[in-house]
């Protein structure tokens, strides 16, 4: 079958290839791999361009910028049904020759919708209009340059948890469980909140209900848990730990939440006052570096848990690589909540009916569809299940 090219992205061994027939080959070295994605577009260069490329790019047939191209697509995929504030506005920065100008002056792992949309909620700007968000972001350009200099993207949503909880629950006896790139550690202290799937019972610390209260609704065969985990030990790895006793770092954690849900922020709160009851240590380092390291601490008497959620993303193709090959040779289960294709060596390739999704695997093997947001958590049947034991190297 014949297409035009539309464009080719290429750096560090990374290609996009995207034809104005909608078709995208994306891959890593040697692989590439198709995948469909409605539109002639970039594809999804909103999440393909994090801080692992440094881009070079060459574009056909498009005399635009691409980062117009890259705040489009986050428009109609990512924020599409997650929020319509932010859709709205990447659409309108998308045809704001001056905005872009100004954001392709900021680093290019820092270019990205979701940080500049902390950077804006940061400073305080208003999202209800285009033009008084744009005024105030402005003004306040001096801010968001020094946080493109000093911040990452931390995101800690306590209700990410929703999707890793049915595999933690399934695991019998006491778990020591060790989070890569944790930002404040909230996801560590669990076993301290409440859940509740569809319509429920609410399922509730044994000390009573939690102020945390995270619930979702479920398709497919969801096991919902009936109990929550014994968590006898626990730990973080993060490169830049946030202090929870810091003002700047609390409004920052506060800022990465999307503005649509007010309950995330509630929960957020709630999540951070109990992490000052029940602090829990975080190494600071390289996961890559510090892995070892921790999980030699772990109690032998407990089942061993490495997870991580919405990380890898982040990480330089090598690093993630060399993460997953050494958390494979652990004695662990091992829980991943990635965004589609970014975990080495997982692959999943059943038919997906979300545009937008994390795939939820464990020990590799893909188990579960999950809303970024934790909004709903859909269970794969066993023809949707794919995983791929030699390594291919994978970029959506």
Avoid at 54 to 64: L, R
Avoid at 361 to 375: E, K, L, N, T, Y
């Amino acid at each position: 079958m014949e297409f035009d090219r539309v464009g080719l992205h290429i750096e560090e061994g990374f290609a996009l290839l995207c034809f104005e027939s909608g078709e995208v080959l994306s891959g890593h070295g040697s692989s590439v791999l198709p995948w469909r994605f409605p539109g002639p577009t970039l594809g999804r260069l909103a999440r393909a361009l994090p801080a692992q490329f440094d881009v070079t790019v060459t574009i056909e047939k498009i005399n635009e910028s691409l980062t117009a191209e890259a705040y489009r697509v986050f428009s109609q995929v990512d924020a599409l049904d997650l929020s319509p504030a932010y859709s709205d506005i990447s659409v309108a920065i998308s045809e704001d020759a001056e905005l872009l100008a100004r954001i392709d002056e900021l680093p290019r792992s820092k270019r990205q919708a979701g940080f500049l949309y902390a950077a804006a909620r940061y400073v305080g700007a208003p999202l209800q209009s285009y033009a008084e968000f744009r005024e105030h972001l402005l003004q306040h350009w001096d801010v968001v340059e020094r946080l493109a200099t000093e911040r990452t993207m931390q995101t800690n949503d306590p209700a990410r948890l929703l999707a890793i909880l049915p595999i933690l629950a399934s695991i019998d006896g006491p778990i020591a469980l060790v989070e890569v790139g944790t930002s404040a550690g909230l996801h560590l202290n669990l076993d301290r909140y409440s859940y509740r799937y569809d319509d429920g019972p609410w399922l509730d610390p044994d000390d009573g209900p939690s102020t945390v209260r995270l619930e979702c609704s479920t398709r497919g065969s969801v096991p919902v848990p009936t109990r929550i985990p014994e968590i006898a030990w626990r730990a973080g790895i993060e490169l830049s730990p946030l202090d929870l006793s810091s003002d700047a770092d609390v409004a920052w954690l506060r800022a990465l939440l999307w503005p649509d849900h007010p309950g995330r922020q509630g929960n957020l709160d709630a999540a951070i006052a109990i992490m000052r009851q029940h602090p829990v240590p975080i190494v600071k380092g390289d996961l890559n570096d510090r892995i070892l390291e921790v999980v030699a601490g772990a109690p032998s008497d407990a089942t061993l848990v490495v997870v991580h959620t919405a990380m890898l993303s982040y990480v330089r193709q090598p690093e993630a690589e060399r993460f997953v090959e050494t958390v494979r040779g652990l004695d662990a289960v091992w829980i991943a909540n990635e965004l589609a294709d970014v975990v080495p060596g997982v692959e999943h390739t059943g038919p997906t009916r979300e545009s937008f999704s994390f795939v939820v695997a464990r020990d590799g093997v893909p188990v579960a569809i999950s809303h970024p947001h934790a909004a709903w958590l859909r269970w794969l049947d066993a023809d949707e299940t794919s995983s791929t034991a030699d390594g291919v190297d994978v970029a959506a």
